[in-house]
C-alpha cells in the first residue's frame, strides 16, 4: 500500500485483507486504523460496514482469479488449463497464511445470502464455475455444466480440507479433479477449440 | 432443552445452536442469556470461551454422525453406504437453515488450527474420512486411502456450494461422489466384507 492511495484505497486494501485475516466480524475501528482513516471519512466513503465488506471482495476478486486462472495467452490444452487452477491452488496453500477460498469465507462468516458480501461471493464463485465451462466446451466434454460444478466442488472442497487440516494438499485436488476429467474423457490430446 | 437440564448441558445446547447459527464470534452474555445461565456459573463451568467453543462443537458431534453416517445396521453395500452419506447431505440442505458443515465453519471462523475449536473440527472431519476409508477397504478399492480423502473433498465442496449459493444440491454431491466410485472400480454388485 503505498502513501498516495487514497483513503479509499487504503480503506478497501485494509479491508480486504483484515477481513480474510481476521474475519468479517472484526470491528470498523480496526480497520479505521490500519487503513490510516478517520471512521467519520469511512462512513462518507461507504454507507456501512456491510458496503465496505463486498466492496472489499469484490476489488479483491481480479488480482484472486489472476492467480489462479491461466490467461489466454498460456496456449495449453483445456484439460491442462482447468488442472492448472489446481495446480495454483495448491502452491497457494504451500505459500502459507491460506484461510481458505475467500468468497466462499465471506459467505460462511456472514451466514446470510442476501448480505451484499455474499451476493459478490456467490458472483466470483460463479466466474470459477464459467471458467470451467468454457474450457469444458473447447474440450467437448458430454456435459460441460454438470462438469464445471463438479469441479469447483473439488476446489472448495480442497480448500475447505487445507483449513481444516492446516497442511498442504499435496496435489489432491489436481489427482481429484484429473480423475472426474478422466472419467468425462477429457483427455490432453483433445484440441484446443 | 428440557428446564431439567444441568447449567452446564443448557449452556453447551445454546452454544452449540448459537455459534452454528450467528458464529464462533457471538458474545458470552448472549450465550449467557439464551441459556439462562450467569456469566459467573459459565466461568465457573468452562474455562473460557474458547474451551466452550470446543466442548460445544465435541458435544454435538455423535447426534450429526448418526444422521449422515448410515448405522452398522444398514446391510446395503459399501458403495451404497457411503453414497448414502451424501444423500443425507442433500436431504439436509433442502430441510432448510443450512449454514454449512459445522467443523470446517468453525475452522474457517477460528483461522487458527491450534484453537481447541479446530481441534475438535479436525478430528470429527478425520471420522468422515475414517467412515469412507473403513467402507473402501471392505469393497476392495485399491486406495481406499486416497478415495477416502477425495470423498471428503467432495462432501466438503457440496457443503461449501450450498452455503454460497444458499440453494439445494439437487444430488450433485451424489452424482460426483458416484463418478469418482465408478472410476476407482467401486461398483454396487461387490460385496460388503
Do not use: W
Amino acid at each position: 500500500m503505498t502513501t498516495s492511495a487514497t483513503p479509499r484505497e487504503r480503506l478497501l486494501d485494509a479491508a480486504g485483507e483484515l477481513f480474510y485475516r481476521d474475519g468479517v466480524n472484526i470491528g470498523v475501528d480496526a480497520l479505521c486504523k490500519a487503513a490510516g482513516v478517520s471512521k467519520k471519512s469511512m462512513y462518507q466513503l461507504f454507507r456501512s460496514k456491510d458496503e465496505l465488506i463486498a466492496e472489499s471482495l469484490a476489488s479483491r476478486g481480479p488480482s484472486y482469479q489472476a492467480l489462479l486462472h491461466p490467461g489466454p495467452e498460456d496456449d495449453r490444452t483445456a484439460r491442462d488449463r482447468i488442472l492448472a487452477v489446481f495446480e495454483r491452488q495448491d502452491q497457494m496453500v504451500a505459500e502459507g497464511n491460506f484461510l481458505g477460498c475467500p468468497y466462499v469465507s465471506t459467505a460462511i462468516e456472514l451466514k446470510n445470502p442476501e448480505h451484499p458480501g455474499s451476493v459478490v461471493a456467490r458472483h466470483f464463485k460463479q466466474q470459477l464455475t464459467d471458467f470451467f465451462h468454457r474450457e469444458l466446451r473447447k474440450a467437448g466434454a458430454e456435459d460441460p455444466a454438470t462438469l464445471a460444478i463438479q469441479l469447483t466442488i473439488i476446489f472448495d472442497g480442497a480448500s475447505a480440507r487445507a483449513v481444516v487440516r492446516a497442511q498442504n494438499l499435496g496435489g489432491i485436488g489436481v489427482v481429484t479433479a484429473a480423475a472426474l476429467l478422466d472419467a468425462a474423457g477429457v483427455r490432453s490430446g483433445e484440441l484446443v477449440g
